[in-house]
């Protein structure tokens, strides 16, 4: 069998190499995507998509837990600070409450219990409790304030510790 070849030029303008056998049957060299090359460019694409959506859906996540662990952090704080004024106030007060655990959602000495899911810091996700022990063989109560918060992946909590002794007596 004899081979021709033959230049031709597409829509395009584009050259296009055929090929004709000497029978009657037509043997085309096709320039082109192949099924293949199709799907494997839609694989890359696809995936290059989930990576950045994920990538997004993750750095979300994160700055989300940032911005509820420095708000958890100021509610700390507030708490300590509290719980100092309240023994600078009244010390006789302040001992007499120092036990225990209690439940501040607003900073006052509300319930004398952990906070419950209903009981959260107003207008917030948080829980805030104070707990109170004592240090044996000094004359010191540790108090520690614990703010906690659901979020997707688990209950997270920031807490402090602190000292209290009755300072006038130095």
């Known amino acids: 069998m004899k081979m021709t070849k033959e230049r031709c030029v597409n829509k395009g303008g584009i050259s296009i190499e055929k090929r004709f056998k000497c029978s009657a049957k037509k043997d085309v060299l096709i320039l082109g995507q192949s099924l293949f ?3 494997l460019a839609l694989a890359v694409i696809t995936l290059t998509v989930v990576g950045i959506a994920s990538l997004s859906t993750y750095a979300v996540s994160n700055t989300t837990y940032s911005r509820n662990k420095n708000q958890a952090t100021r509610y700390v704080q507030e708490g300590i600070e509290w719980v100092r004024s309240e023994r600078d106030n009244n010390i006789t007060d302040f001992l007499s409450k120092a036990s225990g655990t209690w439940c501040l959602s607003s900073l006052g000495w509300g319930s004398h219990s952990i906070c419950n899911s209903s009981q959260l810091i107003v207008g917030t996700q948080f829980t805030r ?16 304030v614990k703010v906690s918060w659901n979020d997707s992946k688990s209950t997270r909590e920031v807490s402090s510790t602190t000292y209290f002794s009755d300072w006038r007596l130095r």
Request: no cysteine; aromatic share 6%.
């Open 129 to 144: 409790n104070l707990i109170f022990s004592t240090v044996i063989g000094k004359p010191v109560i540790q108090a520690e």
């Open 37 to 39: 090359e199709v799907l």
